[in-house]
Nanobody
Framework: QVQLVESGGGLVQAGGSLRLSCAASGRAFTINSMGWHRQGPGKQREWVAAITSDGSTSYADSVKGRFTISRDSAKNTVYLQMSGLKSGDTGVYYC??????????WGQGTQVTVSS
C-alpha cells in the first residue's frame, strides 16, 4: 500500500505562483510514475502533469510553459510548481501515483483558488 499526503494549496491572485507537494509513504519504493490531476468547479477531473521514475515529464497543453513537475526520489515526493496562475486553474488538485504492479493511488486533494 501507498499513502499520499498533499500540501501547498491556497488562495492566490491571478498571475501568482504556488507550489504543491505530495509525499508518499508505505511501499513507496514500488512507485513508477507520479503526477497531478485537478477538478475544477462543475468540471470532470483532468490530468495536469506526470513524471516517470527516470525523470521524463509531460504536461497538459493548458499548463505547458506555466507549470513544472519535479520529483525528489530520496524523499518520495513530487512537486508541482505553478506560475502564471489563471482563474481557470482553480480547483482541487490531486496527486496520483502508479505502481509497477499496475495499480494506482490518489491523494486526498488540495484546494487551489485563483482570484481575478
Amino acid at each position: 500500500q501507498v499513502q499520499l499526503v498533499e500540501s501547498g494549496g491556497g488562495l492566490v491572485q491571478a498571475g501568482g505562483s504556488l507550489r504543491l507537494s505530495c509525499a508518499a509513504s508505505g511501499r513507496a519504493f514500488t512507485i513508477n510514475s507520479m503526477g497531478w490531476h485537478r477538478q475544477g468547479p462543475g468540471k470532470q477531473r483532468e490530468w495536469v502533469a506526470a513524471i516517470t521514475s527516470d525523470g521524463s515529464t509531460s504536461y497538459a497543453d493548458s499548463v505547458k510553459g506555466r507549470f513544472t513537475i519535479s520529483r525528489d526520489s530520496a524523499k518520495n515526493t513530487v512537486y508541482l510548481q505553478m506560475s502564471g496562475l489563471k482563474s481557470g486553474d482553480t480547483g482541487v488538485y490531486y496527486c496520483k501515483v502508479d505502481r509497477r504492479f499496475g495499480d494506482s493511488y490518489w491523494g486526498q486533494g488540495t484546494q487551489v483558488t485563483v482570484s481575478s
